[in-house]
């Protein structure tokens, strides 16, 4: 008998993915090594019986070496397959699970419009008059600052019933005697508040969320009454006015709205178009330091002005509050009668120096900027050609030219007139003739 002895059946049992021949190249390729050692050892020593224990010692049981060799060249296969089982087994406790917890839903969904059905069943039943629940008043009390608990009478409301960004229905109120400003029962959910006073200052828009089942009630402080006039004065510092003509600031802050904060509540003043007085518009006079209301039409539009016929004064009175930074248009003497013009000037290129210099188009609304509108600013030529390179594109639109210059202490600047103290308003015009880099360096407004 050949030696050493293995058959097929000292291999586990078989398996339907092994292949068919593995068995037998285990046995021939065991069989050729345990041959060829044995003769490697009769060489040695011609006692056969010694040979073959020592063949034994080096290699072990034959038959537990031909098991290992079977394991090993099986061993990838049933470890695949022991995975697939184990996701098998994975996936089928996951199915279990999600069928479980949509049962589960399921059960909870038709528990939950079971009740709904019967609580709409009962709210059906009940007399007319209890079925508005849902509806929960909202009123305010407005009371006038300082005046302990004063009521303010005669302020108009608006609430408005929002949806994101949408209304859904608008409510308006106008407050009491008692300074109840009563909106009635409604829908709970989120609103928009805006106030106006009698004289039309108005407050900043108030947002209010209501609950369920619980009415609103807030209260407001209101101001005492109309704004206070309060005398202003310019102080304008120009160390390089151009020689040779007289020059003239026109400041207007027609588009911009005073604004007082009354128990940190902003009120807003907006300026009237149609009275002369309320107009915020100054026409300053450098030369001389003195000020006017600077005429306009009664649709608020500049016209032409002779400075011989105007009231020029030292001061102005003006509402009290904070203003924003004007428009400042720079005109020279000969120029009063071209102010017509300026209304046709509906965009113009302005040179902004914030945290690094480059131009925009302003369109209109001009606040914050020094404009010159008859003629364009001169620009220093090689910051005019870094400027050039900065939005091409569009310098077709402003002509390649640039009438306005701009810088963020002068376009972020406040003025505050208050009743308490002197209300002195220092604007340094910068050196703009022509525009560089050092421009901003002088502009600030106090």
Known sequence: MAWPEISIDDFPPERDDEPSSLRQDIIDELSDHFVCALNRELLKNPDEKVARQRVLNQFGDPIKVARQLWLEAMKEKMMSQRIMTGLS??????????????????????????????????????????????????????????????????????????DGNDTIFTVEAVSDQNGLLDFGKLPWGNYLLTLKAPWGEEMDSLNITTVPGR??????????????????????????MPEGEDYYLLCDFNRTAAIRIIEQTGWVVKHSQTDAEDRMVILFDVK??????????????FEAVDPLKLDWRALERINQGKYGPPAIYLIKKSELSRLSEINSLNEIGVVRLFNDIDWGIYTQHFGGVFISPFK???IEHKLLKQLEMQNSSSLKYI????????????????????????????????????????????????
Do not use: Y
């Open 288 to 301: 001389n330091n003195q000020m006017t209301r600077c005429p306009l039409t009664s649709k608020g539009l």
């Open 376 to 378: 364009a600013f001169e």
């Open 89 to 162: 087994a994975v996936m089928a406790v996951c199915c279990i699970a999600v069928v479980g917890i949509a049962w589960s839903m399921m059960q909870e969904s038709r528990a939950f419009n079971l009740q709904m059905l019967e609580q709409f069943k009962q709210a059906q039943e009940r007399p007319a008059g209890e079925s508005s629940g849902e509806l929960q008043p909202i009123e305010f009390q407005l009371v006038q600052e300082g005046s302990g608990d004063q009521p303010a009478e005669g302020f108009t409301g608006t609430l408005s019933k929002r």
């Open 215 to 240: 009415g609103f009630e807030q209260t407001i402080i209101c101001p005492l009454g109309v704004p206070e006039k309060v005398a202003m004065q310019l102080h304008v510092n120009w160390r390089e």
């Open 399 to 446: 002509d390649g030219t640039f009438h306005g210059f701009s810088t963020k202490q002068f376009a972020t600047s406040s003025f505050f007139a208050s009743t308490d103290q002197p209300n002195v308003w220092e604007i340094n015009i910068p050196d703009l003739f022509p525009i560089t880099r050092e421009s901003g360096s002088l502009s600030s407004v106090r």
